[in-house]
C-alpha cells in the first residue's frame, strides 16, 4: 500500500482483507487498519506507518498475525486492539496502548522481537503471552517476566 489519508473521524484506513504489505503511510482519524473480528483470520506485514490519530491503530481479529518490521511504526491512541486476539511480533516502534479489553474474545500473544512500546502491553480474561528475544532493560527495581 503506497499511502493513504482521511480527515474523517470515523474513516476506516484499510479493511475487508486477508494480507496486507504496508511500506507506505496509513494515517486516518478513525481506526486505520480493521481486521475482521472474531474468527477471521488475516496477516499483517508492516514497515511503514499505520497511524490513527483518534483511535485505535490496528485492530486484529482471532488468529491475526500483525509484524511490524524494523522500520515500521504504529501509533494510535489504543496502538494494537488485541480484543478479539492475534499475535504482534514487534521489531519496530510502536506508540500508545497494545492490549485487549477486560472481556477479550480471544488469546494474545506479543512477541517483542528487537522493537519498543511506549505504552501499556495489556491482557485480558484468556491464556495470553508475552515473549521477549534478546536483552531486557528495566526499571531500578526487581522487575521479572513470567
Given amino acids: 500500500m503506497a499511502g493513504s489519508s482521511a480527515a474523517?473521524?470515523?474513516?476506516?484506513?484499510?479493511?475487508?482483507?486477508?494480507?496486507?504489505?504496508?511500506?507506505?503511510?496509513?494515517?486516518?482519524?478513525?481506526?486505520a487498519v480493521q481486521g475482521s473480528?472474531?474468527?477471521?483470520?488475516?496477516?499483517i506485514i508492516n514497515s511503514g506507518v499505520i497511524e490513527?490519530?483518534?483511535?485505535?491503530?490496528?485492530?486484529?481479529?482471532?488468529?491475526s498475525v500483525?509484524?511490524?518490521e524494523a522500520s515500521g511504526t504504529i501509533q494510535g491512541m489504543t496502538a494494537v486492539d488485541l480484543t478479539s486476539g492475534g499475535t504482534i511480533i514487534n521489531r519496530g516502534t510502536i506508540v500508545g496502548n497494545v492490549g485487549t479489553l477486560p472481556y477479550a474474545y480471544g488469546s494474545a500473544v506479543y512477541v517483542a522481537d528487537g522493537g519498543?512500546?511506549?505504552?501499556n502491553v495489556t491482557f485480558g480474561t484468556y491464556s495470553d503471552l508475552f515473549l521477549q528475544t534478546g536483552t531486557a532493560t528495566g526499571g531500578?527495581?526487581?522487575d521479572r517476566r513470567r
Fill in 140 to 142: 531500578k527495581r526487581d
Fill in 66 to 68: 500483525l509484524t511490524n
Fill in 8 to 31: 474523517d473521524a470515523n474513516a476506516t484506513g484499510v479493511t475487508g482483507f486477508t494480507t496486507l504489505t504496508n511500506s507506505g503511510t496509513i494515517r486516518v482519524d478513525g481506526t
Fill in 52 to 63: 490513527s490519530r483518534k483511535a485505535s491503530a490496528v485492530t486484529l481479529g482471532y488468529g
Fill in 37 to 43: 473480528y472474531y474468527y477471521s483470520a488475516m496477516q
Fill in 116 to 119: 519498543t512500546v511506549a505504552g
